[in-house]
Nanobody, 129 residues
Framework: QVQLAESGGGEARPGGSLRLSCAAS????????MGWFRQAPGKEREFVAI????????CYGDSVKGRFTISRDSAKKTRYLEMNNLKPEDTALYYC??????????????????????WGQGTQVTVSE
């Protein structure tokens, strides 16, 4: 059973930066795609980014494109979400999640929460003056 643990959340000012980490206990081969989602109070959970297998490219939600970067360190079994130029609307609980299936994924499924089978507990990000 894979367990995911996010860290790196905290408070930042608008325009600031944070880097979130997602560490996996248990083996999560690089053949699994991993994603980041977020949920703000009173809103539905929203797709942020996905880092697929090496044969596919990363993908970002429209609201974070150009500001956030998803990456991985295979040796450390850790995925990262580098968040730059933060805005108050980025305030949310951020989750990492593991795709249910290995290998190449259908691009239509990458933002579909039902396609993810393991989730972390989330890390809070608050952006304010």
């Amino acid at each position: 059973q894979v367990q995911l643990a996010e860290s790196g959340g905290g408070e930042a000012r608008p325009g600031g930066s944070l880097r979130l980490s997602c560490a996996a206990s248990g083996r999560v081969p690089m053949s699994y795609s991993m994603g980041w989602f977020r949920q703000a109070p009173g809103k539905e959970r929203e797709f942020v980014a996905i880092i697929p297998t090496s044969s596919q490219t990363t993908c970002y939600g429209d609201s974070v494109k150009g500001r956030f970067t998803i990456s991985r360190d295979s040796a450390k079994k850790t995925r990262y979400l580098e968040m730059n130029n933060l805005k108050p609307e980025d305030t949310a609980l951020y989750y990492c999640a593991k795709f249910k299936t290995q290998g190449v994924i259908d691009p239509l499924h990458r933002a579909d929460q039902e396609q993810y089978g393991a989730w972390g507990q989330g890390t809070q990000v608050t952006v304010s003056e």
